[in-house]
Nanobody, 126 residues
Framework: QVQLDESGGGLVQAGGSLTLSCAAS????????MGWFRQAPGKEREFVAA??????????ADSVQGRFTISRDNAKRTVTVYLQMNSLKPEDTAVYYC?????????????????WGQGTQVTVSS
C-alpha cells in the first residue's frame, strides 16, 4: 500500500519556523524525485519545492527561495522528505502536500507527480 504521510504542520507566528516531514512507503520512492506543494483557501495548488532522487538537485518557487529548504533521507526503506520553513509569513498559510514524481528529476508541474499525501495545515499568524 502506497502511503505518503505528512506531519509537522501547525500554528506559528510570523517570522517563526516549522519543519514538515513526509514519510513515503509502499514503493521504491528512493528512485523518484519528491516535491512539496501547497494550497491556500480559494487558490489553486502551487509548487513549493522539489528534490531529485539523490538529493543533489533542488528547486524552489520564487516565493520561498532563501526561506525554505527541502531535503530527503533515502537511507531507510521509508523515504523521508523534509521541508524546513524559516521566516514564515502569513501568506505561507496553506495546506501543504507531499508528492512523489514519476521520474528522478525535479519538476514544478503538479502533473509530473502521481502520488500525493493528504496534506498538513500550516497557519502563520501576523
Amino acid at each position: 500500500q502506497v502511503q505518503l504521510d505528512e506531519s509537522g504542520g501547525g500554528l506559528v507566528q510570523a517570522g517563526g519556523s516549522l519543519t514538515l516531514s513526509c514519510a513515503a512507503s509502499g514503493r521504491t520512492f528512493s528512485s523518484r524525485a519528491m516535491g512539496w506543494f501547497r494550497q491556500a483557501p480559494g487558490k489553486e495548488r502551487e509548487f513549493v519545492a522539489a528534490i531529485s532522487l539523490t538529493g543533489g538537485s533542488t528547486y524552489y518557487a520564487d516565493s520561498v527561495q532563501g526561506r525554505f529548504t527541502i531535503s530527503r533521507d533515502n537511507a531507510k526503506r521509508t523515504v523521508t522528505v523534509y521541508l524546513q520553513m524559516n521566516s514564515l509569513k502569513p501568506e505561507d498559510t496553506a495546506v501543504y502536500y507531499c508528492a512523489a514524481a514519476r521520474g528522478p528529476f525535479t519538476n514544478s508541474d503538479a502533473r509530473a507527480y502521481d502520488y500525493w499525501g493528504q496534506g498538513t495545515q500550516v497557519t502563520v499568524s501576523s
